[in-house]
């Protein structure tokens, strides 16, 4: 019986690869080699498809799309990370952890207990569907809120928050929670000039914030909005930028990633005043 199935997994475009070979050390689960010049995805099986490979293309060569694949198989890449030693498996299970990758941790950590291997402190509690009893940075352990609204209500109002981290740099595109969602990519200070952000514009929609004029690397930016818009499907994407001028360059990011992504997705943009009010709608 044919066991493929479509599931999120890479794709290199070969015209777009220089074989750097930046790449290979990104992915610890062996599934890149740099073959004939070019970077190659050699062993299906071994790729999880959550691209954190991607933000060490400099070429940006490397996407994550939809398609039939063989299985991932944790078992097979926990033999190749356990020899990789120490601090690749710890890389390896904080990746997995940080992304909600809950099943898959739990194959690597019994991998580890049938072999009589050590397992890394921090990792010894058997992994649940929640971010309790486990090491690493909260920012970038990918949480799903999508069952509804969270939090007290404080002040009357719940939060609309679906996913964390919001973080551009610390997102990770092809998380299960961005599939199929309306995004919306809203610059730093838009939530503390719309008084009514959550209500009015966050709800039901997944949440990207960035700042166009104070972070680096929006090069990668630009790669991840891609992969929104290509690997996780999203069905459409809202830019909520301030009225200063520095704003204006996360519309342009958007808007350049819908011209070059593969799929078409409708682009929404809003302008929001320093006192809170829409200045314009597009």
């Known amino acids: 019986m044919d066991k493929n199935k479509v599931r999120t997994i890479i794709t290199i475009d ?12 990104g992915c610890p689960e062996g599934a890149l080699q740099v073959i004939d010049g070019k970077a190659r995805l050699v062993s299906e099986p071994l790729c999880d498809g959550l691209g954190a490979c991607l933000g060490h293309c400099p070429e940006g060569a490397i996407t994550v799309e939809e398609r039939v694949a063989a299985p991932y198989d944790e078992k097979k890449v926990m033999e190749n990370i356990v020899a990789q030693g120490a601090n690749v498996l ?36 058997q992994p649940d569907n929640n971010t309790k009893g486990f090491g690493g940075c909260p920012g970038a352990r990918a949480v799903d809120f999508a069952s509804g609204p969270t ?9 609309a928050l679906r996913n964390w981290p919001v973080q551009l740099h610390l997102i990770q595109p092809a998380a299960p929670q961005f599939r199929n969602t309306d995004l919306l990519l809203a610059a730093d200070c838009v939530a503390y000039a719309a008084g009514d952000f959550h209500a009015a514009y966050l709800a039901g929609k997944a949440l990207a914030i960035a700042c ?22 999203i069905n459409s994407l809202t830019v909520m930028t301030m009225e200063v001028p520095c ?36």
């Open 212 to 233: 166009p004029k104070l972070d680096q690397r929006q090069d990668l930016y630009l790669e991840k909005l891609k992969v929104f818009i290509d690997g996780a499907g």
């Open 14 to 25: 070969e015209e777009k690869c220089t074989g750097c070979g930046l790449c290979v050390p």
């Open 90 to 125: 710890r890389a390896h299970l904080e990746h997995l952890r940080d992304h909600g990758q809950h099943e898959y941790l739990a194959q690597a950590l019994e991998f580890l207990r049938e072999r009589n291997l050590p397992v890394p402190p921090g990792f010894t509690k």
């Open 247 to 282: 704003c204006r360059g996360l519309l342009a990011l958007a808007e350049q990633a819908v011209r070059q992504a593969d799929r078409k997705v409708p682009l929404r943009s809003l302008v929001v005043g320093i006192r809170g009010e829409i200045k314009s709608r597009e």
């Open 151 to 159: 939090g007290p209500k404080a002040g009357g109002q719940p939060s």
